[in-house]
C-alpha cells in the first residue's frame, strides 16, 4: 500500500503542477477568456469526437516507451509515479487537456491544482484498490475489459457536451446555479 500510494504521489506532482502552470498562465490570459472559452469548447468537442472515434488526432494516440531499470525501494515507487505521469499523458490527454483547459480559466493557481489534485485523486484510487486486492482486481479488470469502449463513448460524449457548454457560456449559467443551489461549494477550494 506504501509503495501504491508513493506511485499515486508520483503522477499527482506532475498531474497537479500542470493545473497550477495552467492557471498561471490562464491569469495572465484572462482579458482574452471569452475567446478562449469558445477556443477550450471547440478542443473539447474535437477530443470527445476523437473519443468516439469519429476521427483521430495522432498526438493523442502516440505512445512513447523508455526502458528504466527497477527502482529500488519506496522512493522508486514515486519516481515511477513521475515517470508514469509523462508516459501516460498521450492515453488520457483527451481528458486531461479537458481539465487544463478548465484549469486555465480559474482565478487563482491553488483552484487550478486543486482541479488537477481531484483528478490526481479520481486515478488514484484505482490504483490504491488494485494495490489492496490485486487478485481481486486483476480478474476484475479481465472482465471489465469488453465494457472498456463503452466507457471511452460515453466520456465523448460527456466532453462533446461540456465543449458546447463553453460554447455556449452554459458552463458558467450551470456553476452560478451550483453554487446558489448548494451554497456550500463555494466554500470548498
Do not use: D
Amino acid at each position: 500500500m506504501a509503495a501504491a500510494a508513493l506511485f499515486v504521489a508520483g503522477f499527482s506532482t506532475v498531474f497537479v503542477t500542470l493545473g497550477a502552470s495552467a492557471s498561471v498562465f490562464g491569469a495572465l490570459l484572462r482579458a482574452y477568456s471569452y475567446q478562449l472559452s469558445l477556443v477550450a469548447g471547440v478542443a473539447i468537442i474535437a477530443m470527445g469526437l476523437h473519443f468516439l472515434n469519429v476521427f483521430s488526432i495522432p498526438w493523442l494516440a502516440r505512445t512513447r516507451r523508455l526502458e528504466v531499470g527497477k527502482p529500488v525501494g519506496l522512493w522508486g515507487a514515486y519516481a515511477m509515479g513521475l515517470a508514469f505521469a509523462f508516459g501516460w499523458t498521450p492515453c488520457i490527454g483527451p481528458i486531461l487537456a479537458a481539465i487544463l483547459a478548465v484549469a486555465a480559466s480559474e482565478a487563482t493557481v491553488a483552484k487550478g491544482a486543486g482541479l488537477l489534485a481531484v483528478y490526481s485523486l479520481g486515478l488514484g484510487v484505482p490504483f490504491l484498490l488494485a494495490a489492496y486486492a490485486v487478485e481481486p482486481f486483476a480478474r476484475l479488470l479481465v472482465r471489465f475489459r469488453p465494457y472498456l469502449v463503452h466507457v471511452e463513448r460515453v466520456m465523448g460524449v460527456l466532453l462533446i457536451l461540456t465543449g458546447i457548454a463553453f460554447l455556449t457560456g452554459s458552463i458558467t449559467t450551470f456553476s452560478f446555479w451550483l453554487l446558489e443551489t448548494f451554497p456550500a461549494l463555494g466554500r470548498i477550494g
